[in-house]
């Protein structure tokens, strides 16, 4: 059986008898003296339980979190992805000799004056770019939709109209070996083998 000392006298005392040896023994000091009190164990609850209203709202937020993270990630890589890749070529010619058609358009920024289609290029380039000197225009786009000639020009640097090349005046425009009615006349860009061909007048 289990002992406890009386707390006035140190006599140990059987835990069932504490009570009535505080009457006999210490009679004055009886109804001053407490027994502890027990203190019952309440049963924790789980740490989710016990914070499941926190823990479900931060849950719930990093799973939003996720969802927008993926969305802009399909986001990026939907404007990444190459949807248009075609190669039609661009001559010009003036007084016979053919005029160079710089390299790095729409990727040098000294030569990509225009970036109204900067939404359609892909890689960090304009949609319509040049990689070297031998004209061919690289249309890469992460948009089905029409180019033009003149778009290509703007890039350039170029008048939009495309009324002149380098500061002189386009005289004929012929798209696969057909003149244009007008040298001014866009031209909606094609994949290969369209052939552009701009003459200018000295």
Same mark, same amino acid.
């Given at each position: 059986m ?7 006298c140190?006599?140990s ?9 505080y009457?006999k023994a210490?009679?004055?000091r ?8 027990r203190v019952?164990?309440t049963r ?13 709202l931060v849950?719930?937020l990093?799973l939003?979190?996720a969802?927008?993270v993926s969305?802009a990630?399909?986001?990026f890589?939907s404007?990444?992805i190459?949807k248009m ?8 010619t ?5 005029v160079t058609?710089?390299?790095?358009i729409g990727?040098?920024p000294s030569?990509?004056?225009?970036h109204?289609l900067d =939404?359609y290029g /892909?890689?960090? &380039? +304009?949609?319509?770019?040049t990689?070297d000197t ?8 992460n948009?089905?939709r029409?180019f ?5 020009l703007a890039i ?8 002149s090349?380098?500061a002189?005046?386009?005289s ?6 057909q003149a244009?009615?007008s040298?001014?006349q866009d031209?909606?860009?094609r994949?290969?083998? =369209?052939?552009i /061909?701009?003459? &200018? +007048?000295?």
């Open positions: 289990e002992s406890e000392k009386c707390p006035v140190g006599t005392v059987k835990k069932e008898n504490l009570q009535s040896h009457a210490h009679p004055r009886a109804g001053s003296l407490v027994q502890p009190k019952t164990p924790s609850a789980s740490a989710f339980r016990s914070h499941k209203k926190r823990n479900i849950i719930s990093v939003l979190a969802i927008g969305f990630a399909a986001e890589a404007y990444n190459l890749h075609w190669h039609p070529m661009l001559t010009i003036m007084n016979g000799s053919p058609i710089p390299a790095q990727i040098d030569l990509w004056k225009d109204s =939404q /892909v890689g960090g &380039l +304009a949609p319509l770019h990689h031998l004209g061919t225009i690289h249309v890469e786009s948009t089905v029409d033009t000639l003149h778009e290509f350039w640097g170029q008048p939009s109209d495309g009324s090349i380098n002189h005046p386009v004929s425009v012929s798209v696969d070996g244009l009615p040298a001014t031209v909606v860009l994949d290969k083998p =369209q052939q /061909v701009m003459t &200018l +007048a000295s």
